[in-house]
């Protein structure tokens, strides 16, 4: 029985220890250009918000929900620069290869019963039909960026908000 007892404790701190050791800590990862955590991580890194009520108020009913981001190096390159810090005055210019990805989850007990996925593109100025490097179907964000993609579901069934014509990446 005293060596079961052993066994049972050797197990169990070993099964401890490789979730300690494989663990990934929530939210951005730079150097893979990704963010997956929730809607608060977000609030909490990006916003510097902490408190709930007010993640809410900034990002609508998604705090509990999962979220993946996802963006290309030239988005990257735009908004930070090589150096990697906003701000500092060695942002590359935008380009037509600047996308960014947004999925969230919210399709489980506690989340927002919602769930959608967006890409967006940059197109420059003018954000309209006028411009060549719109897509027909999108519509305009943020004053230079198009959202080429929106779809999801949630309580009130399937929506498309936008299905720019090709919803791929680049031209």
């Known amino acids: 029985m005293k060596k079961i007892l052993i066994g049972l404790i050797i197990a169990a701190f070993l099964v401890a220890s490789a979730g300690i050791i494989m663990a990934k ?9 990704i963010f997956v955590g929730t809607g608060m991580q977000y609030c909490q890194q990006k916003l510097g918000i902490t408190d709930k009520t007010a993640c809410e108020t900034a990002i609508g009913e998604d705090a509990d929900d999962h979220l993946v981001m996802k963006w290309s190096q030239a988005w990257q390159d735009a908004v930070f620069g ?5 701000g500092s005055g060695d942002e590359l210019p935008w380009t037509t290869d600047a996308w960014v990805n947004n999925q969230w989850n919210g399709m489980f007990p506690g989340g927002s019963g919602a769930s959608y996925h967006t890409k967006i593109v940059w197109v420059g100025t003018p954000c309209d039909g006028t411009n060549p490097n719109w897509r027909p179907g999108g519509h305009c964000i943020w004053g230079q960026m198009e959202v080429i993609h929106k779809q ?6 399937h929506l498309w908000g ?3 014509i090709p919803s791929g990446y680049g031209q």
């Open 162 to 164: 936008a299905h720019g």
């Open 25 to 33: 800590p929530a939210g951005y990862n730079w150097k893979a250009l």
């Open 152 to 157: 999801g579901t949630g309580p009130a069934g």
């Open 82 to 86: 090589p150096d990697g810090t906003r």
